[in-house]
């Protein structure tokens, strides 16, 4: 009995600080990985980098760490941790080949906020779609389309497309067609063109406007219109020109034409038809 006391004291001895060993460090190792985390963030944030990404690296870190905390109390407590990691290993694999896509879409969005091809309020078309993002995931991008719509694009496909901002650069040239009849003065149309241009204080000087003609179509001469303006000006600038186009030409006696055909009709005597008939 007395054997079986020792014994059963002498296991306890070792056994015990095994797992006392092995809380220690599940301890130490989680707050340890919560003072990496913190860290990395503040170092992260300090390099300018996406909050997305200083998020998204931080709690992967941490995520890591964790797991090499639990693989370590377990070898502690005398676990075979080989096999632990071959079978995560495994785990990891497959969830790897089914997530394929899911994986491309993280890939993608890690691009996008690396190398940042637009920030969120810019207006970008890709992937089939146009609108003004507001948020860039990890997976997935958000749009805002012009009539209110949520729109939300894989980041895959955003990446695998062409991406047009619209509003990546601070001043964009507006193009108008304006149609003149074949009667009207060109050089008259020339100079309307340009005090319409001159009299708007948010067409730019420089670059300077074009103002040409660009076809002779089939009803008009085709004059082309070229301003620069202010990204944040553009639309209310097309509107507008176009809008005092119209009303300058009207006053000016400039007409405005619009397409025509002429019809031709051909009369046949009819006695000339039965004959040709008969």
Do not use: C
Request: net charge neutral.
């Amino acid at each position: 009995m007395d054997q079986l006391v020792l014994r059963f004291q002498g296991l306890l001895v070792i056994y015990g600080l095994r797992v006392l060993a092995a809380v220690a460090i599940l301890i130490f190792g989680l707050l340890s990985a919560k003072l990496v985390r913190g860290f990395l963030k503040r170092v992260l944030k300090k390099g300018h980098i996406e909050d997305t990404l200083v998020s998204f690296i931080a709690s992967l870190s941490y995520v890591f760490m964790i797991i090499f905390v639990i693989i370590a109390a377990l070898s502690q407590l005398g676990v075979q941790t080989a096999s632990f990691v071959a079978i995560l290993g495994a785990a990891g694999l497959a969830v790897g080949l089914a997530l394929q896509g899911s994986l491309s879409n993280f890939a993608s969005g890690f691009l996008l906020i690396m190398f940042k091809p637009f920030k969120v309020g810019d207006y970008i078309e890709g992937a089939g779609v146009a609108g003004s993002v507001e948020q860039i995931g990890i997976f997935t991008t958000e749009l805002k389309s012009p009539d209110n719509k949520r729109i939300i694009v894989p980041n895959g496909k955003i990446t695998n497309d062409n991406i047009i901002n619209y509003t990546a650069r601070e001043i964009r040239r507006v193009d108008i067609i304006a149609g003149v009849s074949y009667s009207d003065d060109l050089d008259k149309v020339k100079r309307v063109l340009k005090e319409i241009l001159d009299s708007d204080e948010r067409v730019l000087e420089e670059p300077a406007p074009v103002i040409g003609v660009l076809e002779l179509g089939d009803s008009s001469v085709n004059f082309v219109v070229r301003p620069w303006t202010k990204t944040t000006d553009y639309w209310n600038v097309f509107f507008s020109l176009q809008e005092t186009i119209k009303k300058r030409f009207d006053a000016e006696g400039i007409s405005i034409p619009f397409p025509q055909r002429d019809l031709h009709i051909h009369k046949v005597n009819s006695k000339n038809k039965e004959e040709q008939l008969v």
